[in-house]
């Protein structure tokens, strides 16, 4: 049956405060109705006393309501008891949904429910107010429910009907009507004569017989037609389907709560006689009760016209009260109930009347002040009835007028008329109180002041029971409806209280509704609270499908949580719900903040319920939880006891072998092995492997819980070629899982638990969850799943939180997936620095195919050296070659200068190949090139299964200071080695080794020009030894250089054994004179072309440099030396100096890319020199090891990069590949920058010597002597040839001899030069020229003849050109005296 439905809720008010009929009928009229489904008349004129049009009225009314009665009485009416009120809100709920909430998801509030009416959210409340409505009684204080007309109906077929019709005029009803009724002797009378089409004989006369009716009673009258469907139309068709449907919808509004069949009304009418019916209706009010009010409203409003004055009426009326001689009878009297009302002929009663009728005409502010004037008079006779319902109608007039007014304005009058009908009437008015309650919270809605419904609602009295429930509900949705925001927090306190109120009247449906509201929307709150987290929670579903148990666990809600959570469980238990009572016990256990005794309590209640219900539970969901079959989680129950962060949860790999284990992306260059690009974690094993799974589990309460029976719940998806080859009836399980007996966990303990996976065949392996006992006895499941990541792509998902799908854990099991196995062995954790000891790297292959390729990484490859692995059966194999390799190799026979072609290629050394073709740091196949030394290990082919691999490993204390050197071992069973360029997966193994060095010796280098020859250097090593109680013994000194070669200065005292005692220093002098050949300067010249190819052609350089020719500089300082040349030390001192300078490039040169260094640069430069001494410990641990100092710079003028920044002849290219022409320049700017940062040292590009060559007399008698001298000009560039000219000057010539000649000290001669003083030379790269000079000395001795100036230009000056090229002119002085021995 259609509920119904009030657009407005003024209309509400309106319909409860019409007007109303009483209607009296004869027995044949009855018997018209009976056929129609209607016990009497009025029933069938009911459906069209609503919304009676009376715009023929002659009044300002549009529709107006009527309500027909068939009685009238006014009787004592009982207070409600609690009992009776309960009953009628249960006869509300039970036809009603009682589980839906359609304003509350778990997402929150949703905004579209919220505009509809909270009615359709509780619809037994809009059942509850009609049905209370209907009840209403009349009463002596107010004129609403007393009949303004009296409706007599009389049928056609009577014999007689005028005197039926007066025979009814003389009824009982009509009597109590006049004598008790609010009208008295005014009451209007109405007739209707009715003619029933089921006695055809009547109608040729009913028109007479109306008119008679009519001649006898006046024009209050009106001729109805009725039944005219004699026929009878079946009952099936749309016509007498809607006809039917018109008498229902009145009865379910006028009688919600009564039980109506699917009755057929009107079966005998038709639309002719509906709109007969309506017609009726409408003429009976437009012609009679309506002028009939209009008239009594003029006739009241004359008559109390003095009372509604003012003062000056009450005055008058005051002083004839007190001082008048005759005393005036009372006008009240003692009501039904006890109350004191007035005489309805009194002026209180009548001023009550005329704005009781004023209301029903819809006259509100006419109506409101006359309420105002007569609750004056009622207050001032303590009628206190009357005058609550005075106050009552003062602020329904107040709100029926569209105005908004304030609170005070009308709440007080609400206030007022609820207190005097509960607590100063003779006996508590409780159904009138409640009337005036549900009145006010109509109209409230009706103007959406929802801010005061609250306040309103709880005025409900509390003895109420199911009503102030109801009370409780409705102002919680109010709470909902606040115009600015859901105030959800207050809307959970008054449903938790509305819940409370059912539960103790016994209804335990909407207790529960009430507090599943209070989870949803305190997880609401607390989501909306804590909105702008960056990290995702992780999921711990409710039984709402929300986190709700979760959140208010974590909150200062959580007593309100485990309250909601014990009561909703309880009443499950009670309607025998055990699944929802196990799972609402269940998430009691979800909060810390609970004291432990309820803790406790709730743990044993939760147990105790679980083995009450067991039996009532599916014994084969047991089963497969046993056997841990497919979709067994779901039959168990999450508990939120423990939590498991799936964040912390670790899947290792062979977790009994050493080191970090991973899939990574190797690249060559040098780089560290990194994650994929795609950041997931490829989790994955080989055949066979056993395979960790750490999960953190916390115990969030304060009382200790165990876990038994703790294991994994996966799933194992085989591969194809596994299934083929074990057969679909293959019984042998495809994996294996531990479980741990028992986990015990104190209150608030974090643990560690540890459950191994042992996979037997290919395929993928997921876990879905963890399961286990929760104290031995309640079986329990937790979902594993990673929470996805937090999105930023978008705008959207930057503003709103959006994340990516949670995934499962698991890992892939592949057959072809290498599983090699490392062990390091005598690593060191403590050197002293330039020290070296011998480690090993153990691989042994433990999957049934081989190894092609293995990787070793190292992030301080200055820290290790490498050798050349080996295949080893035994430990005694193994053994013999670890002794048999040694770092340094010692030899009687070293030579003092040596040279080698050795490869000057800049490759990467950070990067080894084990196993599986070589390559160079360009990902090209390394090998021997054609007369070079080659210093790359060699590699096995592979490794196959169970094979073991030794590789040698020496360690060295490069710097000073606590280090974590890191090391990656990747493997893969293809040939990936090829693919190093563009990168390739390998299974990889990381290790950290934490080493501190000590210091031993302090090596620093220092050079001095030499005064004989300019073009040599005099360059020193300072040695400290910073050892407290130890000696050191210095091996071998070795000078690598392509230019030069380093000849010690012995004296006489230098001893054949150098030995340096504790915090002793010892300087070594050598010196370093340049090779007599013809110098190409090869690396120089093509980093030149290299560096402008880079900047400006369009395609990058490719080719690697040349081959160099070092020359090796021994000075044996011991009893041996060592072999320099020897292939480990060699590759070992290469990939230092490597690493050095790779480091060194990548600070000078930052805008240039790191992998174009080994086309831009080479290894040794050939005017460089490297120093390596080697030294061993005396007495003691007998330790050995070497100190190296790299590219000492003699201060000779060879800085070649600025050549690099001059255009060539076909000029730049237009672009560089993607940059910008500005780029360009930054990046030529930079290079310049560096190169002028070393402009500050004093570098000679020519210098000029001499030396005496012989002295004569040039006459005995004459003391006059003439010196030959040597005049030796020498070149220092490599690069240019200098046409120069060299003028020597004499001290007579004294303009310029303070700027030529430069400070000295000793004896001094007068001396001049003679003969030719201009020389004109030209000097070629790297050479001299020697020009002959003669000294004219006045007596013999020592003097200073370094007295002269050098101008000179380069031969090809096109370079000058460049504005970041060096000048190529230069004017040079001497910078030192050149003294000569003038003797004979």
Not at 1074 to 1084: G, I, L, N, S
Not at 1192 to 1214: F, K, Q
Request: proline share 5%; glycine share 6%; hydrophobic share 40%.
């Amino acid at each position: 049956m259609p509920r119904p439905t009030l657009a407005q809720k003024r209309d509400f008010v309106a319909k409860a405060f019409c007007p109303r009929a009483l209607v009296l009928s004869t027995p044949a009229i009855a018997d018209a109705c009976a056929v129609n489904n209607c016990s009497t008349f009025a029933d069938l004129l009911a459906p069209f006393g609503q919304d009676v049009s009376t715009q023929s009225a002659p009044y300002f009314l549009d529709k107006l309501n009527i309500k027909f009665t068939t009685d009238f009485k006014i009787e004592k009416r009982s207070t409600h008891s609690r009992t009776e009120i309960d009953d009628l809100v249960h006869t509300s709920v039970l036809d009603s949904d009682q589980t839906n909430v359609p304003f509350l998801t778990e997402h929150g509030v949703d905004p579209s429910a919220l505009s509809s009416d909270t009615s359709v959210w509780a619809p037994w409340y809009t059942l509850f107010r009609q049905q209370w409505m209907t009840t209403m009684q009349p009463s002596e204080h107010e004129s609403f429910m007393h009949p303004v007309a009296c409706v007599l109906v009389a049928s056609g077929s009577e014999d007689d009907p005028v005197g039926a019709l007066r025979i009814l005029q003389a009824h009982a009803a009509v009597n109590r009507v006049q004598t008790q009724g609010f009208s008295g002797a005014n009451v209007l009378f109405y007739y209707v004569l009715v003619h029933d089409g089921r006695d055809p004989g009547v109608l040729q006369t009913i028109d007479h017989t109306f008119d008679q009716v009519r001649r006898a009673f006046g024009q209050n009258s009106s001729l109805l037609k009725i039944n005219s469907n004699t026929d009878l139309i079946d009952a099936d068709t749309s016509e007498q389907s809607k006809i039917s449907s018109i008498w229902a919808n009145t009865l379910s509004t006028t009688q919600p709560l009564d039980p109506h069949p699917d009755s057929v009304f009107g079966s005998m009418l038709n639309m002719r006689d509906v709109t007969a019916l309506r017609d009726t209706v409408k003429q009976m009010m437009v012609r009679g009760i309506v002028p009939h009010m209009q008239y009594m409203i003029r006739v009241l409003s004359d008559q109390t016209a003095n009372q509604r004055r003012g003062i000056t009426g009450r005055l008058f009326s005051a002083g004839r009260r007190y001082f008048g001689t005759a005393a005036k009878a009372s006008n009240t009297l003692t009501g039904v109930d006890g109350d004191t009302y007035f005489r309805y002929d009194s002026a209180e009663a009548q001023m009550r009347k005329l704005a009781d009728y004023s209301f029903m005409l819809k006259d509100f502010r006419f109506a409101q002040s006359v309420y105002q004037v007569a609750r004056r008079d009622f207050q001032s006779e303590k009628a206190w009835k009357c005058y609550a319902g005075a106050q009552e109608m003062v602020g329904v007039c107040k709100l029926m007028l569209e105005v908004h007014a304030t609170r005070a304005e009308f709440d007080s009058n609400f206030e007022d008329a609820v207190t005097m009908y509960l607590h100063k009437t003779h006996a508590p008015c409780q159904h009138l109180a409640i009337r005036c309650i549900i009145i006010y919270y109509e109209l409230l809605k009706h103007h959406k002041l929802y801010s005061f419904a609250p306040t309103t609602l709880l005025r409900v009295p509390n003895s109420s029971g199911a009503l102030r429930a109801m009370a409780c509900e409705q102002a919680a949705y109010a709470f909902l409806k606040f115009p600015n925001r859901p105030e959800l927090r207050k809307f959970s306190f008054y449903a938790m209280l509305a819940a409370q109120e059912y539960q103790r009247a016994g209804i335990a449906s909407l207790a529960h509704r009430c507090l599943r509201m209070v989870r949803l929307s305190l997880g609401a709150t607390l989501a909306t609270d804590e909105s702008e987290s960056s990290e995702k929670p992780v999921n711990d579903k409710s039984l709402d499908g929300s986190g709700t148990s979760r959140a208010l666990a974590s909150s200062n809600w959580s007593s309100i949580d485990s309250y909601i959570n014990h009561e909703l469980g309880t009443q499950c238990m009670a309607a025998q719900d055990y699944d929802h009572a196990l799972q609402y016990f269940m998430a009691l256990m979800g909060s810390d903040q609970i004291p432990p005794k309820l803790q406790s309590k709730y743990l044993q209640e939760l147990l105790q319920l679980y083995l009450e219900s067991s039996d009532k539970l599916d014994l084969e969901s047991e089963k497969e939880l046993a056997a841990g079959l497919d979709g067994a989680q779901n039959k168990r129950v999450e508990l939120s006891v423990p939590t498991i962060d799936a964040r912390m949860t670790r899947v290792i790999m062979s977790p009994d072998l050493e080191g970090e284990d991973g899939v990574l992306e190797w690249r060559n260059g040098g780089p560290a092995p990194s994650a994929l690009v795609n950041g997931s974690a490829d989790h994955r094993c080989s055949v066979g492997e056993s395979v960790a799974v750490l999960l953190v589990v916390k115990n969030p309460l304060t009382i200790g819980i165990t876990l038994n029976g703790f294991t994994l719940d996966c799933h194992f998806d085989a591969a194809l070629d596994a299934k083929a080859t074990n057969g679909d009836e293959s019984e042998s399980p495809a994996f294996a899982i531990t479980t741990v007996d028992t986990v015990v966990l104190e209150g608030g303990q974090t643990s560690m638990v540890t459950v191994t996976i042992t996979t037997h065949c290919a395929g993928r392996l997921t876990i879905r969850g963890a399961t286990y006992l929760l104290c031995d006895i309640l079986p329990t499941y937790k979902t594993l799943k990673m929470p996805g990541k937090r999105l930023n792509d978008t705008m959207e998902q930057r503003v709103t939180p959006t994340y990516s799908a949670d995934t499962q854990l698991g890992f892939q099991v592949d057959a072809s997936f290498p599983r090699l196995e490392a062990v390091l062995e005598d690593f060191p954790d403590t050197l002293m620095s330039g020290s070296m000891q011998r480690a090993l790297i153990r691989l042994t292959n433990r999957t049934q195919q081989s190894c092609q390729s293995i990787m070793l990484w190292l992030s301080h490859p200055s820290f290790f050296d490498v050798a050349s692995p080996q295949l080893v059966d035994t430990d005694e194999a193994s053994a013999e070659l670890a002794e048999s390799q040694s770092m340094y190799v010692y030899s009687d026979n070293v030579e003092a200068t040596s040279e080698v072609l050795t490869a000057n290629v800049l490759r990467d050394c950070s990067m080894f190949v084990l196993a599986g073709p070589a390559i160079a740091s360009d990902g090209s196949a390394a090998g021997t090139e054609c007369g070079v030394k080659s210093h790359a290990l060699i590699p096995v082919e592979t490794l196959g299964p169970g094979e073991s691999l030794l590789v040698p490993v020496w360690i060295r204390g490069d710097r000073v200071g606590a280090h974590t050197l890191s090391m990656a071992i990747g493997a893969s069973t293809t040939q990936s080695t090829r693919a190093l360029t563009t990168g390739c997966k390998m299974r990889t193994r990381k290790f950290e080794i934490d080493l501190v060095v000590t210091p031993s010796l302090r090596v620093n280098a220092f050079v001095r020009p030499s005064v004989q020859n300019p073009h040599e250097r005099i360059l020193g090593i300072e040695i400290e030894n910073v050892q407290s109680g130890l000696d050191i013994q210095l091996v071998q000194s070795t000078f690598t250089s392509g230019h030069y070669e380093l000849l010690p200065l012995r004296t006489g005292t230098t001893p054949r054994v150098v030995q340096i005692g504790s915090k002793q220093t010892v300087n070594l002098m050598y010196k370093a004179r340049p090779r007599a050949r013809d110098v190409q300067a090869q690396p120089e010249q093509f980093t030149i072309s290299a560096l402008q190819q880079y900047i400006f052609a369009k395609d990058k350089p490719t080719a690697v440099p040349a081959p160099i020719r070092l020359v090796h500089s021994n000075a044996v300082l011991g009893h041996q030396g060592i072999d320099s040349t020897h292939s480990s030390l060699q590759a070992y001192i290469a990939r230092s100096q490597a690493h050095r300078r790779r480091t060194m490039l990548r600070n000078a040169y930052p805008l240039i890319p790191e992998k174009f260094h080994s086309a831009l640069f080479p290894l040794y430069e050939t005017f460089g020199i490297d120093f390596v001494l080697f030294w061993s410990e005396t007495g003691g641990k007998g330790r050995t090891g070497h100190h190296s100092i790299t590219g000492i710079d003699l201060g000779v003028p060879h800085d070649y990069i600025n050549e690099a920044l001059t255009p060539p002849a076909s000029g730049a290219a237009r672009m560089w590949l993607k940059d910008t022409e500005h780029d360009r320049q930054e990046l030529i700017q930079s290079i310049a920058n560096r190169s002028a940062a070393s402009a500050h040292r004093t570098e000679r590009t020519l210098d000029v010597a001499l030396r005496l060559t012989g002295v004569r007399r040039v006459s005995e008698a004459d003391a006059l002597c003439v010196a030959d001298i040597e005049v030796s000009v020498y070149n220092h560039s490599w690069q240019h040839a200098y046409n120069a000219t060299l003028r020597l000057i004499s001290p007579s010539e004294s303009d310029q001899a303070s700027e030529t000649k430069p400070e000295s000290s000793g004896p001094q001669a007068a001396w001049t030069w003679c003969g030719v003083t201009t020389h004109t030379l030209s000097v070629d790269p790297l050479g001299s020229v020697c020009v002959q000079a003669q000294v004219a000395c006045s007596a013999l001795g020592i003097i200073d003849v370094g007295m002269w100036e050098l101008s000179a230009t380069a031969v090809n000056a096109t370079a000058a050109t460049s504005p970041y090229a060096k000048s190529l002119e230069c004017k040079l002085h001497p910078l030192h005296p050149s003294f000569i021995n003038v003797t004979i």
